[in-house]
């Protein structure tokens, strides 16, 4: 069960950064052309906001399955299994956290370049810190793991 946990949060980890990406993409243009949030932008953001959601349940599962994360005091002094136990968990909270206040509070505003800067904003400083978890990670952007 922990194998397949893991490559299904290693996949599911290119599925929201491609959805990211696109959705800063978009909202980049839209707030620099001062377009409406189109439908378009919506599901973008709702597609996100699913594929973050599944990664973290994905994510929470695979927090107490895996041999990785061990639950001690002894943990603190390796690099790694602090980086499981603490750090990974951490900043990919923020980022999640980040993510959802970013779609939660765009709803609220009216102006559809308002929405569109909320949305970039939050979704950018959201991405450096999943690239900056990725890369302490030591396991590699692009690696699946097994």
């Given at each position: 069960?922990?194998?397949?946990?893991?490559?299904?949060?290693?996949?599911?980890?290119?599925?929201?950064?491609?959805?990211?990406?696109?959705?800063?993409?978009?909202?980049?243009?839209?707030?620099?052309?001062?377009?409406?949030?189109?439908?378009?932008?919506?599901?973008?953001?709702?597609?996100?906001?699913?594929?973050?959601?599944t990664q973290l349940l994905l994510g929470l599962i695979l927090y107490f399955v895996s041999p990785v994360v061990?639950?001690?005091?002894?943990?603190?002094?390796?690099?790694?299994?602090?980086?499981?136990?603490?750090?990974?968990?951490?900043?990919?909270?923020?980022?999640?956290?980040?993510?959802?206040?970013?779609?939660?509070?765009?709803?609220?505003?009216?102006?559809?370049?308002?929405?569109?800067?909320?949305?970039?904003?939050?979704?950018?400083?959201?991405?450096?810190?999943?690239?900056?978890?990725?890369?302490?990670?030591?396991?590699?952007?692009?690696?699946?793991?097994?």
């Amino acid at each position: 069960m922990h194998s397949f946990l893991l490559i299904l949060h290693s996949l599911n980890r290119f599925v929201l950064l491609l959805l990211l990406l696109v959705v800063l993409y978009r909202t980049l243009t839209g707030w620099l052309a001062k377009s409406d949030f189109s439908k378009t932008d919506d599901k973008l953001s709702l597609f996100l906001f699913i594929s973050t959601h599944t990664q973290l349940l994905l994510g929470l599962i695979l927090y107490f399955v895996s041999p990785v994360v061990i639950f001690s005091g002894a943990s603190m002094k390796d690099s790694v299994a602090r980086y499981w136990l603490v750090e990974h968990l951490t900043g990919m909270l923020i980022a999640i956290i980040l993510i959802t206040i970013g779609r939660i509070s765009m709803k609220k505003l009216s102006s559809g370049q308002a929405k569109h800067k909320r949305m970039f904003v939050l979704n950018a400083v959201a991405l450096i810190v999943i690239l900056m978890m990725i890369a302490t990670s030591h396991r590699g952007f692009f690696s699946i793991s097994w």
